[in-house]
């Protein structure tokens, strides 16, 4: 198996807790990327690959272009198809490229004999020069095993220095865990780092398994999820610890992690109920990352584009509010205030000054009321119209806050509420936002009340499951109706 660490050579034997930092490169490759990049690799490889032979021996003209063209579309978008239903954008198909890229060529031909056959039967082969097909073939088939070999050795690469890995946490530290962590080390997959192994019966479990170290109980797994980068917890315990179980995974499904039960029968691989592969394991899934993969990167490219628009769209107005706060009362113009954002990491949330200064230090951090003395005259119009959000437009560039999400709450607020409602940090699964599903339906100001937040967390909540960039968009397009006609901001 490969080190714990990323970038030590062998097993790092010091033991760990749950409050250690551990190093984790900053940029990382995410697993469910990378089969969409590898459909890509293809279609370009087979585009290209026809392309160039065509116009090295075929040469363009406007009429034969269009026929050419059509051809070598029709060929991808079947091409990878087939290779989909085959199983080849699958992780292990593409981190095993001999035997796999091997079946992938062979399937290639058939596909091209079959294009073949339906030219002849439609009587259109004569459109086509004989020796740019078989040269496309040859050529396509020679670069589609070249770079599925090539994009193989560099993801094992990326994983061997941690770039390309998944950060498995085991909860179990029994016999069933012991035989689920051998298994995964039989594999080998460089992609796969078992970073520690948690069980709530820490006094009965030994130092280690293996070289994996035991680092606490279930509590303190919560701790280590919110300071570290865990993609997975595999839960390696017996069906019959059914009230063990419920317990973990209630105390796990507010992460934004990857959560599933490892069968009993480790090793086995069943095709009913299992439909989650790791390390050459079936798992049963039970909770998993609201956005990851494509979501996660349409999410983001979604922040950054809308935030520079919206910061040009905005900057004439933030600097004439920066004056009127200088004018209106003594303090800076902006405020800052600790709060948690994803996976319950804490930041500073930046806004335009509304209140005096020192207002709301103390430990309380009590809301802000209807006549609040504490809230200045130009605070007062910033507030009701949700103006002094503004500045987080800032947050929403440094990766930190986006768009569309749950607005971010005081610590305090977080602390408290998360005593009285259940599932309440749940709202920490996915990025806090500038405006959001609550806040269009009215759910935005103070709670003064426990049902105004509950009701605010479920709009949160359906929100996170949701998801979608028209989602999104709606919410944006609604958000200034709500600002207009909105009366419980104050």
Not at 142 to 171: C, D, K, P, Q, Y
Not at 214 to 235: C, M, P, T, W
């Amino acid at each position: 198996m490969n080190d714990l660490r990323p970038g030590l050579s062998g097993y790092d034997t010091t033991p760990l807790s749950p409050t250690d930092e551990w190093p984790t490169p900053k940029v990382r490759l995410s697993m469910k990327v990378v089969p969409g990049l590898v459909v890509l690799a293809d279609c370009a490889v087979i585009l290209l690959s026809g392309t160039l032979i065509y116009f090295s021996y075929v040469g363009a003209t406007p009429t034969n272009w269009l026929v050419y063209g059509a051809a070598m579309a029709v060929n991808t978008a079947v091409a990878v198809t087939t290779f989909h239903y085959m199983g080849a954008y699958r992780l292990d198909a593409v981190m095993h490229p001999l035997t796999r890229h091997t079946r992938l060529v062979f399937a290639y031909l058939a596909i091209f004999l079959v294009c073949l056959g339906l030219a002849f039967s439609l009587k259109i082969s004569e459109e086509f020069s004989r020796v740019w097909a078989f040269s496309w073939f040859l050529l396509a088939s020679v670069s589609l095993w070249s770079v599925r070999m090539w994009i193989g050795r560099l993801l094992s690469a990326l994983g061997e220095h941690g770039r390309f890995t998944r950060n498995v946490v085991i909860v179990g530290a029994g016999d069933h865990g012991a035989r689920l962590i051998e298994e995964l080390q039989r594999n080998r997959d460089p992609w796969i780092r078992i970073i520690g192994i948690f069980d709530d019966r820490r006094e009965r479990s030994p130092e280690r398994i293996g070289r994996i170290p035991v680092i606490g109980n279930l509590a303190e797994l919560s701790e280590f999820v919110k300071r570290h980068v865990v993609d997975d917890v595999l839960v390696a315990l017996p069906a019959s610890a059914e009230q063990r179980l419920f317990e973990i995974f209630d105390a796990l499904q507010i992460f934004p992690i990857d959560v599933s039960l490892s069968p009993d029968f480790i090793g086995y691989n069943f095709n009913g109920d299992a439909k989650r592969s790791l390390g050459g394991v079936s798992f049963s899934p039970i909770s998993g990352t609201p956005i990851s993969g494509w979501g996660s990167v349409a999410k983001s490219l979604e922040d950054q584009l809308l935030s520079l628009l919206f910061l040009l769209i905005w900057t004439p107005v933030m600097l004439a509010i920066a004056a009127a706060i200088k004018i209106d009362s003594p303090g800076p113009v902006l405020f800052r205030q600790r709060r948690r954002g994803f996976n319950g990491q804490e930041f500073n949330v930046l806004k335009f000054r509304t209140m005096v200064v020192d207002a709301g230090h103390d430990q309380s951090v009590p809301q802000a009321t209807i006549n609040d003395p504490r809230i200045t005259r130009v605070g007062a119009v910033l507030r009701h119209w949700s103006l002094d959000e503004l500045p987080q437009l800032v947050n929403v560039l440094r990766g930190e806050m986006s768009i569309v999400g749950p607005r971010p709450h005081a610590i305090v607020h977080d602390d408290q509420y998360s005593k009285v409602i259940d599932r309440y940090l749940g709202r920490h699964a996915v990025k806090p936002g500038m405006t959001g599903w609550a806040q269009v339906n009215g759910y935005r100001g103070e709670t003064d009340t426990l049902e105004k937040m509950e009701r605010r967390l479920e709009h949160d909540l359906f929100y996170i499951r949701q998801w979608s960039v028209l989602f999104d968009l709606w919410i944006i397009l609604r958000t200034p109706f709500a600002m207009v006609w909105g009366t419980n901001a104050y």
